[in-house]
């Protein structure tokens, strides 16, 4: 290959899907320690609408088709993990599996901080950007809390070890080695394309953007906030990609790859196994692209 492709992916239940551009991969161990592969072709709306794809806009359509395919790929995941016949959400339930997971973490991560500051702060007087800076942490603190407590529980642990596996074989992808679980084992679990990075750097954008607003009523605050989710999403998406591209900008991702000694586990050579599958899927799809393009 000319140039290495970059590859993301996702855990999910026992299993890891992997992506590269609009090709789609999800490998799953079976009960009966089959892997099950599935794969399809994507249709991003960048695709159909050239527009989408300038700076911040794209941010923000990759936010909404990543939760969108993630929800997707649990849901075919669980299918195979039980021996049943995949049967994908319907429209309207992907919608509104989305949509209820979007406004969990919405009410977790961005209303709950601001009411928890307004009553910890009601007889304190303080400029705009102290109490900006306090619901930042707020915020920050119930993301940090809710990792810790679910990754105590035994089934997400088992998910973060497939998070481990994901980010391994993808690092020896990269770094040119054959995939084998033997060659993967040896990398790094951590990985800065995270989306645990991403996550940890929309905390830190929503801080500094909500900034410039001032400190409005509590109703005002709670509107605005999520007017912004959308522009803080675009804006991290770029952060993130120009510190993949510029060693400068490295540090960005710096907190994010310390959280994901949290969000991460090592995997197993069974769980390196199906990470691996998952990969090379997507890959034959880039070299037959590549060969076709050279006709």
Same mark, same amino acid.
């Given at each position: 290959m000319s140039a290495t492709p970059k590859v993301g992916g996702q855990a999910v239940i026992e299993g890891v899907m992997m992506r590269h551009k609009n090709q789609l991969a999800i490998a799953v161990r079976k009960p009966d320690m089959q892997i099950s592969i599935h794969e399809e072709t994507l249709k991003s709306a960048g695709d159909k609408y050239p527009f989408l794809k300038v700076p911040i806009l794209r941010g923000m359509v990759a936010f909404v088709e990543s939760l969108?395919?993630?929800?997707?790929?649990?849901?075919?995941?669980?299918?195979?993990?039980?021996?049943?016949?995949?049967?994908?959400?319907?429209?309207?339930?992907?919608?509104?599996?989305?949509?209820?997971?979007?406004?969990?973490?919405?009410?977790?991560?961005?209303?709950?901080?601001?009411?928890?500051?307004?009553?910890?702060?009601?007889?304190?007087?303080?400029?705009?950007?102290? =109490?900006? !800076?306090?619901?930042?942490?707020?915020? &920050? /603190?119930?993301? *940090?809390?809710? @990792?810790?407590?679910?990754? %105590?529980?035994?089934?997400i642990q088992r998910v973060f070890a497939y998070h481990g596996a994901e980010h391994k074989s993808i690092a020896c992808f990269e770094a040119g080695e054959e995939l084998t679980p033997a060659n993967a084992c040896k990398y790094t679990r951590l990985h800065p394309r995270c989306g645990t990075s991403f996550l940890l750097l929309v905390m830190a954008v929503s801080i500094i953007?909500?900034?410039?607003?001032?400190?409005?009523?509590?109703?005002?605050?709670?509107?605005?906030? =999520?007017? !912004?989710?959308?522009?803080?999403?675009? &804006? /991290?998406?770029? *952060?993130?990609? @120009?510190?993949?591209?510029? %060693?400068?900008?490295?540090?960005?991702?710096?907190?994010?790859?310390?959280?994901?000694?949290?969000?991460?586990?090592?995997?197993?050579?069974?769980?390196?196994?199906?990470?691996?599958?998952?990969?090379?899927?997507?890959?034959?799809?880039?070299?037959?692209?590549?060969v076709l393009d050279r006709v």
């Open positions: 969108t395919l993630g929800t997707r790929a649990l849901t075919i995941s669980a299918n195979q993990a039980a021996l049943e016949e995949e049967e994908e959400l319907t429209g309207w339930q992907l919608t509104l599996t989305v949509g209820v997971a979007l406004l969990f973490g919405i009410g977790l991560f961005f209303f709950l901080p601001t009411i928890i500051t307004r009553f910890l702060t009601s007889n304190i007087t303080a400029k705009p950007i102290a =109490l900006n !800076l306090f619901e930042g942490l707020v915020r &920050i /603190s119930i993301f *940090l809390a809710y @990792l810790f407590a679910v990754s %105590r529980l035994k089934d953007l909500f900034s410039f607003f001032g400190w409005p009523g509590l109703v005002q605050r709670l509107i605005l906030r =999520l007017t !912004l989710l959308p522009l803080i999403a675009g &804006i /991290s998406y770029e *952060l993130i990609q @120009l510190a993949g591209r510029n %060693r400068f900008f490295c540090y960005l991702t710096a907190p994010g790859l310390w959280l994901q000694r949290l969000t991460t586990r090592e995997p197993d050579e069974q769980q390196l196994e199906v990470a691996i599958a998952a990969l090379k899927a997507v890959l034959q799809h880039v070299k037959k692209r590549e």
